[in-house]
């Protein structure tokens, strides 16, 4: 089983240059905003338009009724008296005086057809029909107010002299004659009139609406712009500072590591040499040539372990054959904890600094977690240039892990490794199962 770490190079990238880049996303899903508020708001300011259309109609036609109607029915026109419309029609202002009202009838409250009116000029007939009104009508007529409805498309009112359906609103409101009694007075208004007042109203919202949310987005968007540019200044400072902090930190590492191998180290090779030298005199005692030998064999075991911390702390040249050494020293604790080890580094001499770097520290992170974690017998270095890069293998035959259950230390590791393992154009994989060992794998394409 194998796990590749995220981050690394050859994988396929998450999103691509557009969704990168704050502004533009910012942008995107202003724009998504936009457009879903200024349709929820349209929808909103529509029906309030609609409703302010027919406010102001019932408006008009109450007042309409109260001033033009109203002081000018008398009970003749309820009982039907002849000359009662006559005199009506006479001494009434003109019912039509209100743009896109179209006609007016006069209902008594049995529903009984009492006026009509569909032209100012001329004197209506009245036919005394009796009418069904509906139940908003009845309740308007015993409660007063004012209710509007859409009029019956098929009814004759809604037919006009050419043959053709018109839509027509009915607003109703009640008047009383002198003598106290309810009727009910209706004024037809063109549906189209409505409508456009509705949109004269509603184009008002329209464009407040949209005016701010765009405003506002593409100031937001300045400032996002202007914030980012900050953030990737900062950005890029940092990793300035950071840069700077890891070159001064390498130096510094280089230089201890100069400083032991120019002066201890060589002290102690001298004193193991002239120790094995003087144990070699036949005039040295056979008890205390065997006490210079132990001597020289532990100065040469922490010389030894001496050149593995140094390699710790900062690895030597790693171009051409330095590899090769410097993995060597890597593999120098290894044997002295017991685990056979062996390393095979070829064809790696042509390739990039930063390449060489990558598989130095790799190899590291493994080999150290193989003494510390694996309890392996056997460990194998092998690192192979190729044409298109270097392909490194650490395998050992430890107690190795389940990557399903837990994370060994071994992922852990290997884990921080993964932006310079990207950086470089790298691909780690680590296999491992319980009672399998271990096996890391870097591939490194250029």
């Not at 921080?416 to 271990?438: F, H, I, K, M, Y």
Request: with cysteine; glycine share 10%.
């Amino acid at each position: 089983m194998s796990v590749h770490l995220p981050g690394e190079a050859g994988e396929p990238p998450r999103g691509g240059p557009w969704f990168r880049s704050p502004v533009a996303l910012f942008l995107a899903v202003s724009a998504v905003l936009v457009v879903a508020i200024f349709v929820a708001t349209n929808v909103i300011a529509d029906d309030a338009a609609s409703d302010a259309a027919r406010a102001q109609a019932e408006s008009v036609s109450e007042l309409l009724a109260q001033t033009t109607a109203a002081p000018y029915v008398g009970g003749g026109l309820l009982s039907g008296k002849p000359g009662a419309y006559d005199k009506f029609f006479r001494k009434a202002p003109n019912l039509l005086q209100a743009d896109d009202v179209d006609s007016v009838d006069l209902f008594a409250p049995d529903g009984t057809l009492i006026y009509s009116q569909d032209d100012p000029d001329a004197v209506p007939i009245i036919s005394r029909e009796r009418y069904e009104l509906s139940s908003a009508q009845q309740r308007v007529l015993r409660e007063g107010g004012t209710g509007s409805e859409l009029a019956d498309p098929t009814s004759p009112r809604s037919i006009d002299r050419a043959g053709e359906e018109r839509g027509l609103v009915k607003i109703y409101t009640r008047i009383e004659t002198e003598t106290g009694e309810p009727v009910l007075f209706v004024a037809y208004w063109a549906l189209d009139g409505l409508e456009e007042r509705r949109t004269e109203i509603f184009g008002a919202f329209r464009w407040i609406t949209l005016g701010p949310l765009v405003l506002l987005s593409l100031v937001s968007a300045v400032m996002l712009g202007l914030l980012t540019t900050q953030v990737r200044r900062a950005g890029r400072e940092r990793e300035r500072l950071l840069e700077a902090a890891m070159t001064a930190s390498d130096a510094e590492r280089r230089r201890i590591a100069r400083d032991l191998h120019d002066g201890v180290v060589q002290d102690l090779a001298g004193t193991a040499f002239s120790l094995s030298a003087v144990a070699r005199d036949p005039g040295v005692p056979e008890r205390v040539r065997g006490r210079l030998e132990g001597a020289g064999d532990s100065l040469r075991d922490g010389l030894r372990s001496l050149r593995s911390l140094l390699a710790e702390i900062h690895p030597p040249d790693l171009h051409g054959k330095g590899l090769a050494s410097a993995v060597a020293d890597l593999l120098a604790p290894v044997s002295a904890a017991g685990i056979t080890a062996s390393a095979s580094v070829e064809d790696v001499e042509d390739a990039p600094a930063a390449e060489v770097a990558v598989l130095w520290r790799v190899t590291q992170e493994a080999v150290r977690n193989t003494v510390r974690h694996a309890e392996a017998s056997t460990l194998a270095v092998t690192v192979r240039g190729t044409a298109s890069g270097s392909l490194l293998e650490v395998v050992d035959d430890g107690i190795g892990f389940d990557q399903d259950c837990h994370r060994g230390p071994e992922h852990f590791g290997l884990t921080g490794l993964r932006s310079l393992v990207a950086d470089a154009g790298g691909r780690l994989e680590v296999r491992s199962a319980p009672g399998e060992g271990t096996i890391v794998r870097l591939e490194v394409r250029r």
